[in-house]
């Protein structure tokens, strides 16, 4: 025995153009009936949170899906898998295209070839498909925007949930953001993490989907944003502070990257106030920081 609910969306040319569409979402369980032999023109997510099975790709192998697991459908590749027929699986399926997927695909979110990804814990994708699904009701006239944003989330959230990230992956990223305005090169992170070049660049791509020299020049860049909004520090000297000895080298790659030189970001985003601003990230419990003029 199974049970089943799932429904389907057609959303138009504007949905399409905001990078990601929900085309499909489904929530079953038990022992479902076998899927395919088939080949898609789109993507689906099937997030399996209890139970097992198996898949069968195109190479004809037949691979043990053990839950919490994650079958990655692509298009144009032909599958076929079904749950145990004794035990039966808890899965819940998201379909979705549209263009933002090839930048998924070279950030590592999106692996048509690893059609079975194990992970640590199904329950944030699994959250994500069953908002999803609450938006799918009918007469929702946020529909097809709220369901194709919700799909950008899960894909965090499946990349976050993978097993084969957790916990090393993290550590080296946290290392790097630590000690990315150091004057280092990627050699010498390497280095420091025990590492080759080549394992270093394999880590940060697997955990970040980029690499190491764009990793760490984010963060950079990042910091230097906060530098110039907040503080009146010279461009040299914020320059210096995020890594770079020479100001104009920073100037022009600050401003290949970002789109402005760092005078312009500064005098657009510069929030300069007395006391500076906080380094803490607001927790959403913190009460609002807005009191009264008699309040002491």
């Known amino acids: 025995m199974y049970r089943t609910w799932m429904r389907f969306f057609s959303p138009a040319p504007a949905h399409h153009r905001l990078g990601l569409?929900?085309?499909?979402?489904?929530?079953?369980?038990?022992?479902?009936?076998?899927?395919?032999?088939?080949?898609?023109?789109?993507?689906?997510?099937?997030?399996?949170?209890?139970?097992?099975?198996?898949?069968?790709?195109?190479?004809?192998?037949?691979?043990?899906?053990?839950?919490?697991?994650?079958?990655?459908?692509?298009?144009?590749?032909?599958?076929?898998?079904?749950?145990?027929?004794?035990?039966?699986w808890d899965e819940g399926f998201v379909d979705f295209a549209g263009p933002a997927t090839t930048a998924y695909r070279e950030l590592g979110y999106i692996e048509p070839d690893r059609p079975v990804v194990p992970l640590s814990d199904a329950s944030g994708p699994r959250a994500v498909?069953?908002?999803?699904?609450?938006?799918?009701?009918?007469?929702?006239?946020?529909?097809?925007?709220?369901?194709?944003?919700?799909?950008?989330?899960?894909?965090?959230?499946?990349?976050?949930?993978?097993?084969?990230?957790?916990?090393?992956?993290?550590?080296?990223?946290?290392?790097?953001?630590?000690?990315?305005?150091?004057?280092?090169?990627?050699?010498?992170?390497?280095?420091?993490?025990?590492?080759?070049?080549?394992?270093?660049?394999?880590?940060?791509?697997?955990?970040?989907?980029?690499?190491?020299?764009?990793?760490?020049?984010?963060?950079?860049?990042?910091?230097a944003k906060e530098l110039l909004a907040t503080t009146e520090l010279p461009v040299a000297a914020v320059a210096r502070r995020v890594g770079y000895d020479d100001p104009a080298y920073f100037s022009r790659l600050f401003t290949r990257r970002v789109g402005l030189a760092p005078v312009r970001f500064r005098a657009q985003q510069g929030r300069a106030v007395p006391g500076g601003w906080s380094d803490r990230v607001p927790d959403p419990g913190d009460p609002p920081m807005i009191h009264s003029p008699d309040a002491p």
């Not at 032999?37 to 099975?53: F, M, N």
């Not at 195109?58 to 004794?86: F, I, K, N, Q, S």
């Not at 992170?189 to 660049?201: C, F, I, Y």
């Open 21 to 88: 569409v929900c085309l499909g979402v489904g929530l079953q369980h038990g022992a479902l009936p076998t899927v395919g032999p088939r080949t898609l023109d789109h993507h689906v997510a099937v997030v399996i949170s209890s139970g097992g099975g198996w898949y069968r790709g195109a190479d004809g192998r037949r691979t043990t899906v053990t839950a919490p697991a994650l079958l990655w459908l692509t298009p144009g590749v032909p599958h076929h898998y079904a749950p145990d027929p004794d035990t039966g």
């Open 129 to 223: 498909i069953t908002r999803i699904a609450r938006a799918a009701r009918r007469g929702n006239p946020l529909l097809e925007v709220e369901t194709g944003a919700a799909v950008h989330e899960l894909l965090v959230a499946l990349r976050r949930a993978r097993a084969d990230l957790a916990p090393d992956g993290d550590q080296v990223l946290a290392a790097l953001a630590r000690d990315a305005c150091a004057p280092m090169s990627v050699a010498d992170h390497a280095a420091r993490h025990g590492m080759t070049t080549a394992e270093l660049r394999g880590a940060v791509r697997r955990a970040a989907g980029c690499s190491p020299k764009d990793y760490l020049l984010g963060i950079r860049l990042g910091r």
